[in-house]
């Protein structure tokens, strides 16, 4: 197999493939096995035809036709590999020459196949970069709202003859009505208002009721044989009960901390406001360099895989193509695939890999984001083609961070600041700041599907899980339970919205001495676009050779 390559534009080529008929010929052979199979000639049989015979009852093109769509695939990886090329998006494929269809065995097969291909990107020197982030300052209001957070952890809730304020825990009745009829109702369920894990409308509806009182309001219903239809609402308050912060003083400290006093306390807890202070610099600074690597780099845009993505995107949203959505996407959409073609080049540049703790870990991470068994997620990402894009994802992320060691970071005063210690302190989880690249909003701009040549003979990966899952309800508190323990799950109240929100306070025998540790910041931006590899290059037909590309 001989092959060349033509540039048509910046981001695309033809590679002209060519086979002397001897080299197909064990494709010939082998394709006239198959097709034997499926023929049934008197006095032969199955599988056992000689090549001659078979000809004679089918023609010879249709066996060269047969072994030209076993081969294609095969010789357009080659052809890739020997070129060094970086496909993206679907290979449109023409067969110009095909080998001798009558007479004498002989000729060749001469394919062009035009592809887009990943564009060339010649980083700058990272060292000459300079990035000018907020200093990190942490103020006493830090540090004080940390320690109410730890004294909220080991609150108890004390009962009170008033009426329900925010952030009160009450116990409530609750009954729904659509018209006339009940359809749905709880007893004794504990909440905590403004903790949004109930009907919409709650908090209004109870704050200043007393414990025995009564009122109706109407909401939407969340969930359920009647999810989002509007209801009325009963709700009845059983009993009201507030939260008892401990003081902040030595005893405390030792309850809550392995230190001996409470000033000890407060100083660790500012030095760990301090390290989330410089964390959060170094996600921005993450942030800020792509931004100046795209100022300073020009990546050319194939308009057919921008076109391909936006399409798929207007698919997914049950839009047609030419919708006027696909107008308003296309500049995120191309900021997307600029910013994966600039993490790929950091990705080589620094050899960045992932191992495969990395990405387990990562994955499971996910799955409890969108509230999916981890096994169960992992599974409908591998039956969706979606872990290599996953490890893309991740991949690149981590070596958007990693570069932020070659960098210069600074202040508005242009003193440095020390994102590397932090890096070095989370490598291998810095990748816990990706967003999973999955249950995109409408609204956003859809990642670009692009080539891993690596994979490049598997077909292009499908969406991730089509929509999260509702999010499971939050663990509610019986009011009436003994004060200052811990209460066991309620009774499901009627048509509770997810609990995506807060989550409810610890009570004081809780994992004692044990501080939550701080969630990662998300990254601002959104996540860099995943990583498909090729679609692969079907055979023509000899009647319609275009028909076979799509």
Known sequence: MKSNVEQLEPTRVKITVEVEYDELKPAVDTAAKKLSEQISIPGFRRGKVPTRILEGRIGRPAIIEQAVNDSLDGYYQDAITENELSPIGQPDVEITEW?????APGGKLVVEISVDTRPEITLPNLSDITLTAEKPVVTDEDVEARMTEMRERFATLKSVSRPVEPKDYVSIDMEAKIGDEVVDSVSGISYQLGS????????????GLQAGETTTFTSTLAGGEHEGEEADVTVTVQSVKESELPDADDDFAQLASEFDTIDEFTADLRTAAEKDKLTDV??????????????QLE???PSRVIDAEIKRHLEAEGKEEGDPHGDEI?????????DQMILDAITEKLEVTIGQDELLEFMVQQAQMYKIEPNQFIQAAAQTNQISAFAGELT???ALILALREVKVVDENGDPIDVKSIIDENEGTADEAVEAPVAESADEAVTVDATDEAEAEKPAPKKAPAKKPAAKKAPAKKADEAEGEEKPAP?????????????????????????KPAPKKAPAKKPAAKKAPAKKAPAKKVESAED???
Do not use: C, H, Q, S
């Not at 949004?196 to 704050?207: P, R, S, V, Y």
């Not at 921005?284 to 100046?292: I, K, M, P």
């Open 99 to 103: 080998p001798a269809m009558e007479g």
């Open 196 to 207: 949004g894990n109930l009907l919409e409308g709650i908090d209004e509806a109870l704050e």
């Open 282 to 295: 170094v996600y921005g600074a993450r942030d800020l360099l792509l931004e100046e690597l795209n100022k």
């Open 299 to 301: 990546v050319p845009v």
């Open 330 to 338: 296309r500049e995120d959409t191309e900021k997307t695939f600029r």
């Open 396 to 398: 690149r992320n981590k």
């Open 491 to 515: 009774k499901k109240a009627p048509a509770k919205k997810p609990a995506a929100k807060k989550a409810p306070a610890k009570k004081a025998d809780e994992v004692e001495g044990e501080e």
């Open 548 to 550: 076979e590309t799509k």
